[in-house]
Structures are given as structure tokens and as C-alpha cells.
């Protein structure tokens, strides 16, 4: 069996997480929730957006997030989909950035008025100005197994567009299972065909649980030679796309899987729950994570 002796957690919570809760999170919260994942061990981690309050309200406190949160032990991530955006980053210490572009032409049409390579085009001065600069570029590609209007996408396209972001010198591909659709053949297939083409980027497998297949294609991702995946304490977060989402795969529960596998993530699980008890009541959903739900009738 073909299992790595450890994997890196990217933890999203604290951005791909919070950002469809309708009620406002206090940004004195967010921050306590940030610095516990990071006492449990988390060393990579999506901050916060650089978006507009208008779009995204709960993303408003963002730089006072990036202000209060940078650590020098830690990988810092905040989303910044377009010009504005980055030039908001550059007003900051954060050195890593993350951009993101669908596969599917219909989703960024819906989400962001452009075709897949117009939002490439428009993508590209901005990468090349950040890798200028010395930045760490996290590449996010949505929709790269199906698309909630288009349906199942080719492994082909996915991987014409990651190799057009490797061109540009992007140092992290996160390749997202946007609805959560997938099945472990299809994540083993894509992953196996990435991890061939594309050897000499970071390749992060990116997982919705919307049907419950989130940890069996982690596994499978693992057989394909993947060792880094996008996580969210708690399940936070969901697919406005799809109906009864139940949001990004649980950090505890991959923690707990890929542990008892004999890997190691560098994560205390005690501690981590300790983090999400510190989110919990501020989310407009229960925590239904198998670890976590055994971690309250323990206490």
C-alpha cells in the first residue's frame, strides 16, 4: 500500500469556513479560533479574504485579522481573487496568497462574470508581479471533477489549466472537489495524472463532504501520491450550489484517519477541538464531525 509517513494539513476554516455563515463573527473570536489551530499544530492555514464587505460581509475585518494573526512559524494564506485585492496584500506582512480560477466556463461565468480564460488573463499580470515580489502563490482551481452546471469535467481540462498556472510559476496547485461530487476512482485517476504531469509543484487535494465520499477520496489521494490536503475544523463552510452541503472535510476527522493509518500530521487532536469549541456557537450549523461529536460525550 502506497501511504506517505506524514502529510501537511492546510486548514481553511478560518476563510473557506466562515465565509458563508450569514450571522457576523466577532473578529475577536475569529482570532482566539486562528491562534488555537495554531497551538494544535497547524502550520499552513487560509487567514481570511481581501473580498468586498459587499459580496462577502463576514470577510470585512480582514486586515485586522492579517494584522493580528501573522506568525513566523506558520504559512500564512489569504485569499485575493483580483487586483484590489493583492494591492491589499502588499499594504501587509502576509507573504502568501491565494488566487483561484473555476475549470468549468460556466461557473466563473455565474460567479465572476468572465470565461475560464478571461479569468486566467485577467490572473496572469498579478501572479507574475506577486512571484516578482518573492510572494508564495496558492493557485485554487474549482470545479476540477464536476461543475454544478456543466457536470462532470475532464481530467484533461483540469489539467490543461493547472499546467497554465505552473507556466506562471505558481508555487501551490489546490485542485477542489467544488461540490463534492467525487468518487475515490475519479480522485485517484485526476490526482495520479497531476501528480505525472506536474512533479515539481505542490499539489493539495481540496474535498467536500457533500455525499460522504470526502475521507474515502483523501484515501485515495494518498494512493496517488498526494500528501497535502485543504481541511476545515469542524466542517465548516458549504457549497451554495448544492442543496444539504455539509461543507469541507473535518481537520479532526482526516487527523484521526490518516494517524491511525501510521501518519503523521503533526496535530494534537485534543487541541484541536479545543479550537472548535472556541467557533461553535457562533456557527449557524451543529458540528457533526464523527471525532469531534465522540469529544463531547468524553469531556
Given at each position: 500500500?502506497?501511504?506517505?509517513?506524514?502529510?501537511?494539513?492546510?486548514?481553511?476554516?478560518?476563510?473557506?469556513?466562515?465565509?458563508?455563515?450569514?450571522n457576523f463573527?466577532?473578529?475577536?473570536?475569529?482570532?482566539?479560533?486562528?491562534?488555537?489551530?495554531?497551538?494544535?499544530?497547524?502550520?499552513?492555514?487560509?487567514?481570511?479574504?481581501?473580498?468586498?464587505?459587499?459580496?462577502?460581509?463576514?470577510?470585512?475585518?480582514?486586515?485586522?485579522?492579517?494584522?493580528?494573526?501573522?506568525?513566523?512559524?506558520s504559512r500564512?494564506?489569504?485569499?485575493?481573487?483580483n487586483k484590489?485585492?493583492?494591492?491589499?496584500?502588499?499594504?501587509?506582512?502576509?507573504?502568501?496568497?491565494?488566487?483561484?480560477?473555476?475549470?468549468?466556463?460556466?461557473?466563473?461565468?455565474?460567479?465572476?462574470?468572465?470565461?475560464?480564460?478571461?479569468?486566467?488573463?485577467?490572473?496572469?499580470?498579478?501572479?507574475?508581479?506577486?512571484?516578482?515580489?518573492?510572494?508564495?502563490?496558492?493557485?485554487?482551481?474549482?470545479?476540477?471533477?464536476?461543475?454544478?452546471?456543466?457536470?462532470?469535467?475532464?481530467?484533461?481540462?483540469?489539467?490543461?489549466?493547472?499546467?497554465?498556472?505552473?507556466?506562471?510559476?505558481?508555487?501551490?496547485?489546490?485542485?477542489?472537489?467544488?461540490?463534492?461530487?467525487?468518487?475515490?476512482?475519479?480522485?485517484?485517476?485526476?490526482?495520479?495524472?497531476?501528480?505525472?504531469?506536474?512533479?515539481?509543484?505542490?499539489?493539495?487535494?481540496?474535498?467536500?463532504?457533500?455525499?460522504?465520499?470526502?475521507?474515502?477520496?483523501?484515501?485515495?489521494?494518498?494512493?496517488?501520491?498526494?500528501?497535502?490536503?485543504?481541511?476545515?475544523?469542524?466542517?465548516?463552510?458549504?457549497?451554495?450550489?448544492?442543496?444539504?452541503?455539509?461543507?469541507?472535510?473535518?481537520?479532526?476527522?482526516?487527523?484521526?484517519?490518516?494517524?491511525?493509518?501510521?501518519?503523521?500530521?503533526?496535530?494534537?487532536?485534543?487541541?484541536?477541538?479545543?479550537?472548535?469549541?472556541?467557533?461553535?456557537?457562533?456557527?449557524?450549523?451543529?458540528?457533526?464531525?464523527?471525532?469531534?461529536?465522540?469529544?463531547?460525550?468524553?469531556?
Open positions: 500500500m502506497n501511504l506517505p509517513n506524514n502529510i501537511t494539513i492546510i486548514e481553511v476554516g478560518p476563510r473557506d469556513g466562515l465565509q458563508n455563515e450569514k463573527v466577532p473578529t475577536d473570536v475569529k482570532k482566539e479560533f486562528i491562534f488555537k489551530l495554531k497551538e494544535s499544530g497547524v502550520k499552513e492555514m487560509e487567514l481570511t479574504s481581501f473580498v468586498s464587505p459587499k459580496w462577502v460581509p463576514q470577510m470585512q475585518d480582514a486586515s485586522d485579522i492579517v494584522d493580528s494573526c501573522l506568525t513566523i512559524d500564512d494564506i489569504v485569499l485575493a481573487p484590489k485585492g493583492i494591492e491589499r496584500v502588499y499594504e501587509t506582512d502576509c507573504q502568501s496568497v491565494a488566487v483561484f480560477v473555476g475549470v468549468s466556463n460556466t461557473f466563473n461565468q455565474k460567479n465572476i462574470n468572465k470565461s475560464t480564460q478571461e479569468a486566467l488573463e485577467g490572473l496572469t499580470p498579478l501572479i507574475l508581479q506577486l512571484k516578482e515580489r518573492g510572494y508564495f502563490v496558492r493557485a485554487c482551481i474549482s470545479t476540477a471533477f464536476y461543475c454544478p452546471y456543466e457536470g462532470k469535467v475532464s481530467p484533461e481540462d483540469t489539467l490543461d489549466l493547472c499546467k497554465k498556472f505552473v507556466h506562471l510559476g505558481v508555487d501551490e496547485l489546490s485542485v477542489a472537489d467544488t461540490i463534492g461530487r467525487a468518487n475515490p476512482l475519479e480522485a485517484f485517476t485526476l490526482f495520479s495524472l497531476l501528480r505525472t504531469e506536474l512533479p515539481d509543484v505542490l499539489l493539495t487535494a481540496h474535498f467536500h463532504d457533500t455525499r460522504k465520499m470526502a475521507l474515502a477520496n483523501i484515501f485515495a489521494s494518498l494512493q496517488a501520491g498526494i500528501d497535502r490536503f485543504d481541511t476545515s475544523a469542524g466542517g465548516l463552510g458549504g457549497c451554495p450550489f448544492a442543496p444539504g452541503a455539509t461543507g469541507n472535510v473535518a481537520t479532526e476527522d482526516v487527523v484521526f484517519m490518516v494517524e491511525e493509518l501510521g501518519i503523521s500530521t503533526g496535530v494534537n487532536l485534543e487541541k484541536l477541538a479545543q479550537a472548535i469549541d472556541v467557533i461553535k456557537p457562533y456557527t449557524s450549523r451543529p458540528i457533526e464531525s464523527g471525532y469531534y461529536r465522540l469529544y463531547e460525550l468524553n469531556k
